[in-house]
Structures are given as structure tokens and as C-alpha cells.
């Protein structure tokens, strides 16, 4: 059976189709749309778990939050998106009661009647290999002193540095023609302006780590809502003032930049910040219709001086 994508699990949640849930790696109380309607949707579990390294805004609603381990902690492999799968060595033992992912997830498997009875990260990724033909060839032995890039099928193979040089798998690319749908949420009288939502430089994600962070911190202390110099000078809004940004969902409380980046028409925020949540304002109802990534881009919105 396919499992659920992060949206369908909220909306099923929501509905009271599922009644408990344990995150791992995710934060959705600052990064999923809609949070009104994400916070119902985890009001109504009647469990919630949280593993991870910091009380997030997720952990703080949970039931029960179980420790992980930081990068320092780990032992295991990771692959980038150059599809590099290189080693990652233990520095220190886990603190406390922290222990790594696989562990928990082992145990917790085991004890809900479907054995896992791993013994290390090395074993696991043992049977992945044999699970996936793009990581049959690669072995912790082959990745010591450098990372090896899938597909590498056997184990005599370098390795794929560079995917498609020459041709696509099947020969010829295909090519299909897609037409435009406008987007879901357009500009009106009541919320004349688009909204549009995305990350800096200097944060990740929720900024679960890189705000703890306080050289990047210093770069980006707070969220701020970016404005066109011409909008600006229509709503009387200066340059760092606090403003009032509102869709149809909630509104944040949130300082002006006011900059020639953005055009006219459109505004521009931040999801690092969970104090300035951009998706307080965002949709929850829209998504792409094959990945099901929900509609971060474009939605319908005001700005008020405060």
C-alpha cells in the first residue's frame, strides 16, 4: 500500500481518521500551511509523539517527547543531492537518555509485533543495498576515505558522478506539454495583493537549529515582510515599521523591508519564525496534484499599518 504524504496525514488527522502519530525530522507547527489548521489537526490525536533534539513548537503540543541524537552523535551514512553517500563517525556518545533514530524506531517496531532486530547503522545499510540496485555496490569499506555518488550497482563500479551525460535511461527526453491553471487563491478587492512565501540564506527550515545559532542569528534575528518601494509609498509604510500582513486564514504582526526585490503587487516572508509564522497565512486546501507540495507561493493578501 502507499503511504500518506505529510498533507493527507494532517487532513486524515484532522477528520479523526488517524488517532496517533510520532514525528520525527519535521517540525509542522511552523512549516506545514495553514497552522490553525495543522493545531486543530493535532488537538484531535489521541497520542502524539516527538522525537527530536530541541522542545520544538510540535514537541510542545506532544504527549510524549523522546530525545534524539545530534549529527556529533551519529554513526551511519548520509547522501546529499549530489546523491554522494558518504560516511558519518561518532564523535561523542549520546547524552542522557538520547538515542539515535534507528534505535527507537527498532524497538518500537519490535514491540508492535514486526521484529527488527538490528544491531547497528552498518547493518541496516546492509540490507538497503540489497533492497536498492543503486546502492548494491557501495559498502561501508568503499566509503571510508571518500563518498561514492549512486547508481553504482556492483561492486567493481565507480560510481555515477555525473547522471544522464550522455543520454537519459530511456534515450530521448519526453517532453510533455502542461497547461496553465491559475493559481487557487487570486487578488481581490478585500486582499489586493500576492503573497509569497520561502527561506534565507541563513536559516534552515524552522530554524530549529540555525536560530539557536547566534552568528547566524546576528544576520537574521526576525522574519520581516518584504514590500516594493512604490507599495510602500501608497500605504504610507516606511522602511522597518511593524505592519499588520492578513489573508483569509489569520494575520502576523511583522516589520516592513521595504526593497525593489519583490515587484509591485506582491509581497514576500519568511517561514524560519515561528513568532511571525508565515503559514499562519498560507492554504491548506491546495496542493500540487502529483507531489501533493501544498501552495506556498501564491495567496491572496493585505497589508494594514499598525
Not at 3 to 12: A, D, F, R, Y
Not at 21 to 42: C, I, K
Not at 198 to 210: K, N, Q
Not at 218 to 244: H, T
Request: contains cysteine; glycine residues 6%.
Amino acid at each position: 500500500n502507499n503511504g500518506l504524504t505529510i498533507p493527507q496525514v494532517v487532513n486524515k488527522a484532522h477528520h479523526g481518521e488517524i488517532k496517533g502519530l510520532m514525528v520525527f525530522g519535521e517540525n509542522p507547527m511552523v512549516s506545514d500551511p495553514d497552522l490553525h489548521h495543522v493545531d486543530e489537526a493535532l488537538d484531535k490525536l489521541e497520542l502524539l509523539i516527538v522525537l527530536d533534539i530541541f522542545l520544538t513548537e510540535t514537541a510542545q503540543k506532544a504527549d510524549v517527547v523522546l530525545p534524539g541524537v545530534t549529527f556529533a552523535e551519529k554513526d551511519g551514512t548520509f547522501s546529499n543531492t549530489e546523491r554522494r553517500v558518504q560516511r558519518v563517525r561518532q564523535a561523542i556518545r549520546p547524552k542522557g537518555d538520547a538515542r539515535p533514530d534507528w534505535q527507537i524506531l527498532a524497538d518500537l517496531s519490535t514491540r508492535i509485533g514486526y521484529p527488527m532486530n538490528y544491531s547497528s547503522p552498518e547493518e541496516i545499510f546492509e540490507e538497503v543495498r540489497t533492497l536498492a540496485p543503486s546502492y548494491a555496490g557501495i559498502s561501508y569499506d568503499r566509503i571510508d576515505k571518500g563518498g561514492i555518488p549512486w547508481p553504482c550497482p556492483t561492486v567493481d563500479h565507480p560510481g555515477t558522478p555525473i547522471l544522464h551525460g550522455a543520454q537519459f535511461s530511456r534515450g530521448l527526453g519526453l517532453f510533455h506539454p502542461v497547461e496553465f491553471k491559475e493559481p487557487f487563491e487570486l487578488p481581490d478587492a478585500e486582499y489586493p495583493l500576492i503573497l509569497s512565501t520561502g527561506r534565507s540564506l541563513f536559516h534552515y527550515h524552522t530554524g530549529t537549529m540555525t536560530r539557536r545559532s547566534v552568528a547566524l542569528d546576528e544576520f537574521m534575528p526576525s522574519n520581516v515582510i518584504q514590500v516594493n518601494p512604490a507599495l510602500a509609498a501608497d500605504l504610507g509604510i516606511a522602511d522597518q515599521e511593524e505592519v499588520k500582513v492578513v489573508t483569509r486564514r489569520g494575520n502576523i504582526t511583522v516589520k516592513a523591508e521595504v526593497t525593489d526585490i519583490v515587484p509591485p503587487g506582491v509581497i514576500f516572508t519568511y517561514f524560519h519564525f515561528s513568532e511571525a509564522a508565515a503559514n499562519v497565512l498560507t492554504q491548506a486546501e491546495v496542493f500540487d496534484p502529483v507531489a501533493w507540495i501544498p501552495e506556498y507561493k501564491v495567496c491572496a493578501a493585505r497589508i494594514e499599518k499598525i
